[in-house]
């Protein structure tokens, strides 16, 4: 649930403290059933809505469009709705074009599933660096290993299996990446000395592991507080730009260094 993702509570604080300043009241829920959230705005219980996350249908976002209640997406996006996002295709793009320019030919794409959209993107970011590269996209070397916190570490167990030799693995996802430093170093590989790690989203963590993660930083209070200064101007009658798409960074730790 997005309430549970370290991710999401980071963003949660951005838009907290955009709200709180502007003495509006933020209500939290994990809605599980669709059919809920189409209820709540029907009924007219809140002022707006930030949809955070990628969980609801597009059926649903379309259905809320139509409604006419003031919303916007966090973390994803939909036609004809306000929405904050991240460059996840750019992001990925360059974590894959370090680890090529380190020598790195056999790079595998890790994640939890293939099916989220921002994943998907990553994913593009990947395949990208390698077309560029002149290196050919294997289909063996991109496995998803469930959602979970050990997706990661499946997935990479699962390409290790059946690809054989790797020298960089791209997490689409920081968790992923982790996993993926815990199915290395069980069979034996050093890192960064024989396979180098990149993750995405440079959660508090990454610094945590051993060796501490390189990760594509992404501003997670800033989708939080651009998110909810949308949403406070369209309460106020404003229209805003459809897309806001915030930047990322590539930072550089211990498991991406070159090759001795």
Not at 183 to 195: D, H, I
Not at 210 to 216: A, H, Q, T
Not at 240 to 245: D, H, K, S, T
Request: aromatic fraction near 4%.
């Amino acid at each position: 649930p997005v309430i549970l993702n370290p991710f999401y509570a980071a963003v949660m604080g951005g838009v907290e403290e955009v709200l709180e300043a502007a003495d509006y009241h933020l209500l939290l829920s994990s809605l599980k059933r669709n059919d809920d959230l189409l209820k709540l705005a029907q009924e007219g219980r809140v002022d707006g809505l930030l949809v955070v996350g990628c969980d609801i249908a597009d059926g649903v976002l379309a259905k809320l469009e139509r409604l006419g209640v003031p919303m916007v997406l966090v973390d994803h996006s939909f036609p004809g709705l306000a929405s904050v996002t991240t460059e996840h295709e750019a992001g990925a793009h360059a974590a894959t074009s370090h680890l090529i320019r380190q020598g790195r030919q056999r790079v595998a794409f890790v994640s939890e599933n293939l099916v989220n959209p921002n994943f998907r993107e990553r994913l593009a970011g990947y395949r990208r660096a390698l077309a560029e590269a002149g290196l050919p996209y294997d289909e063996r070397r991109v496995a998803a290993g469930g959602n979970a916190w050990e997706g990661g570490y499946h997935a990479t167990r699962r390409v290790l299996a059946v690809s054989g030799e790797l020298d960089g693995v791209v997490g689409a996802n920081d968790p992923a990446a982790i996993g993926a430093l815990r199915a290395l170093q069980e069979v034996g590989l050093r890192v960064p000395q024989e396979v180098a790690v990149i993750g995405f989203d440079d959660l508090h963590l990454a610094a945590q592991t051993s060796p501490p993660l390189s990760s594509v930083y992404v501003d997670k209070q800033g989708l939080g507080r651009v998110g909810a200064e949308l949403l406070l101007r369209r309460l106020g009658g404003e229209r805003v730009p459809e897309q806001r798409v915030l930047p990322t960074a590539l930072v550089l730790r211990a498991s991406s260094e070159g090759k001795p």
